[in-house]
């Protein structure tokens, strides 16, 4: 299975259980790779025949900024089943989801989910 991977895509999100985390929406960072057949790409050169990875990542700051989730859990699974559904061609999804800013002592707090295509 060919792959596509868009690494540290930064998005904001209004996330968080506390008080004071859903004041402002939060930086958070995505990783997704996405497995598709890419040879018709491969072969033809037209942009048509894969998966349009700008497109892709608008569509992901879109879904997080309009989303109000409490744990990055819930948006990680809801942005890879939007993923499959948006985008027919997808096979196999993986959506890496990091909070980098919530834990003083820690680098990432970071979240993941692999999910396929199911028609």
């Not at 991977?5 to 790779?33: K, M, N, P, T």
């Not at 050169?45 to 990055?72: C, E, M, R």
């Not at 003083?104 to 993941?112: D, P, S, W, Y």
Request: charged share 25%; proline share 2%.
């Amino acid at each position: 299975m060919d792959k596509i991977h868009i690494e540290g895509l930064e998005v904001f999100a209004l996330i968080g259980v506390y008080d004071w985390e859903r004041e402002h929406q939060q930086r958070l960072i995505v990783d997704v790779e996405l497995s598709a057949d890419l040879s018709v790409a491969a072969q033809t050169d037209d942009v048509n025949n894969t998966l349009n990875y700008a497109q892709i990542a608008h569509g992901i700051s879109d879904f997080a900024a309009t989303s109000q989730y409490k744990l990055i859990e819930a948006l990680a699974s809801h942005m890879a089943d939007w993923l499959l559904q948006s985008f027919p061609m997808l096979k196999i999804v993986r959506v890496k989801l990091s909070k980098p800013d919530i834990l003083a002592n820690a680098k990432n707090v970071a979240v993941e989910f692999t999910k396929e295509q199911t028609l």
